[in-house]
Every structure is written in structure tokens, then in C-alpha cells.
């Protein structure tokens, strides 16, 4: 990050070890409302994800950062913030983490140009089960267990309008099934106006489901007429394609391609 001209600021409590947590809650509360609040800082790039926000979300203040608002970075359990930050419509960026920026230089790369203005419109292949057809509206969701988990609270992402991508890791292809149920069955997909499909990765297929899991992902959101792009390169994997979140995109399905264009980019960091 050095190299790209930025000056890393280490939280006091990054490194603590509580348990399997970086710290107390009260150490990893005093972390987060710092960043939030210094003037000083102007992006938070998150060191990893793994499990933890839903411990402390609802004591951190976002008044200040409502009013000096700056890049909150992160993927997996960072999907809670992303929901936080966009009840105030704000924008962030769904990307890699400090931890994973050194295992593959182009998500590296594309996230330096994410936050220096220099945003690439994305173009990858087609897939067997995408559905074609054109959808624009602000990007929201980000990791699936963690947005299930946000559900019926006051943390809830709004999907009205918006394009929703979900992404996984670890998950058994049944409970894939449940949680998509859960967003069926709630209406969300009624609402959505397209739906891209990252990365699900370290599970294995089950035979007794009768289908793969992309099949099954399929099979959910078959009778609606929203774009689905499967396979799109972000998640938990080093290659990482950045997403701005709440702010307007273009989701364009073809026969022979997906592009993913960015309709308004946000200022860059000086």
C-alpha cells in the first residue's frame, strides 16, 4: 500500500488475540469508531473477515462518518457493515482484505484503481446457467450466511430496485438452499432487479439434493425474470474482482459474455 503512494495507520487493538477474536468487543468497538471518526483516515480497509461484527454492530456510532464518510473496505463478515453504511446511503467497496492483497496482484491491482479513481468496466464469459437480460440499480448484498443472519433486523439491506450478489464459503449446498428459500420466501427476489452469483467455494456436492449447487441456486430463482450471472469472480478466492456498493451499475447478460459497468464513479482518494 506504500507503493501506491498511502500511508497504512494499524488500529491499537488490530493484533489482540481474545478467544478467536482480534480483541474484547470494547477493544474491537474502540477500533472501529476511531477509523470511523478520524479525520485523518480516509478508507478502512478491514484485515479480514471470519465472525465477529455481529457482536458489536449495534453499539457503533456512524454519525460522524454520516457526515465524513470514507471507502469502508471488506468481503465475507464485512457484508454487515456494507448493509450498515448503506442505511445511510453511503458507498463502499466490496473487496479484498490487507490479508489476502499479497496472494494475487490483480485483485491488488483493481482494487488500487477502485480507490484512485481509475474504475475498469468488467467483461467475463458467459456461463450454462445465466439468464439473459439487462438490469441497473446500486449493487447490495455480499456475503449469503451473513446476510441471512441480518434478516428481520434493523441492519437489513434493502434490495428494492438493487442488484443483489451473494457469495459463500464453507456452506453445505442444503443450507445454500435454505437461506436462498428464506430470501424467496420473504419476497426479495420479487424485488431485485438482477442477481449475480460469486464464488462458492470449500463445500461439497451432495447427491441427495439431486442437483449441483449451482443448479439448485438455479432452480430457486427460475420463475422470475431477472439477469443471473453465475460465477462471477468475487468471494473467497484470490482472485477478487472490487464491487462498489451502492452506487449505480449496469448488469448486461448476453449469450456470449457478462459486462458489469460502473454508471457513476465516486471520488477518488487525493
Given amino acids: ?37 478520524s479525520k485523518d483516515i480516509k478508507a478502512i480497509l478491514c484485515s479480514r473477515g471470519g465472525y465477529g461484527l455481529i457482536q458489536i454492530i449495534d453499539d457503533v456510532d456512524f454519525a460522524h462518518f454520516e457526515l465524513y464518510p470514507k471507502w469502508m473496505i471488506g468481503f465475507s463478515d464485512i457484508t454487515i457493515l456494507h448493509s450498515a453504511v448503506a442505511a445511510y446511503d453511503i458507498a463502499s467497496i466490496h473487496g479484498s482484505m490487507s490479508k489476502y492483497l499479497c496472494e494475487n496482484s490483480e485483485s491488488a ?29 446500486n449493487i447490495i448484498g455480499g456475503n449469503l450466511s451473513v446476510l441471512s443472519g441480518l434478516r428481520g433486523t434493523h441492519f437489513e439491506p434493502d434490495c428494492a430496485g438493487k442488484i443483489l450478489f451473494i457469495e459463500d464459503i464453507g456452506e453445505e449446498p442444503y443450507n445454500i438452499d435454505r437461506m436462498l428459500h428464506n430470501l424467496k420466501l420473504g419476497g426479495i427476489f420479487e424485488e431485485i432487479s438482477g442477481l449475480i452469483v460469486g464464488y462458492f467455494t470449500e463445500y ?34 484470490p482472485l477478487h474482482y472490487p464491487l462498489f456498493f451502492g452506487i449505480p451499475a449496469t448488469l448486461h447478460v448476453k449469450d456470449e459474455e457478462v459486462t458489469l459497468e460502473f454508471i457513476s464513479r465516486k471520488k477518488s482518494l487525493d
Fill in 1 to 37: 500500500m506504500q507503493e501506491w503512494g498511502l500511508e497504512p495507520i494499524v488500529g491499537e487493538n488490530a493484533l489482540n488475540i481474545y478467544g478467536r477474536f482480534a480483541g474484547t468487543k470494547e477493544e474491537r468497538i474502540s477500533d472501529l469508531q476511531w477509523a470511523l471518526n
Fill in 109 to 137: 491491482e483493481l482494487l488500487r484503481k477502485f480507490l484512485f479513481g481509475e474504475i475498469p468496466d468488467y467483461t467475463i464469459p458467459s456461463n450454462a446457467l445465466n439468464r439473459n437480460g439487462m438490469a441497473t440499480g
Fill in 204 to 237: 461439497e456436492e451432495d447427491p441427495q439434493m439431486k442437483a449441483t449447487l449451482p443448479e439448485l441456486i438455479y432452480s430457486i430463482v427460475s420463475e422470475y425474470n431477472f439477469p443471473v450471472c453465475f460465477n462471477f469472480p468475487a468471494g473467497h478466492n
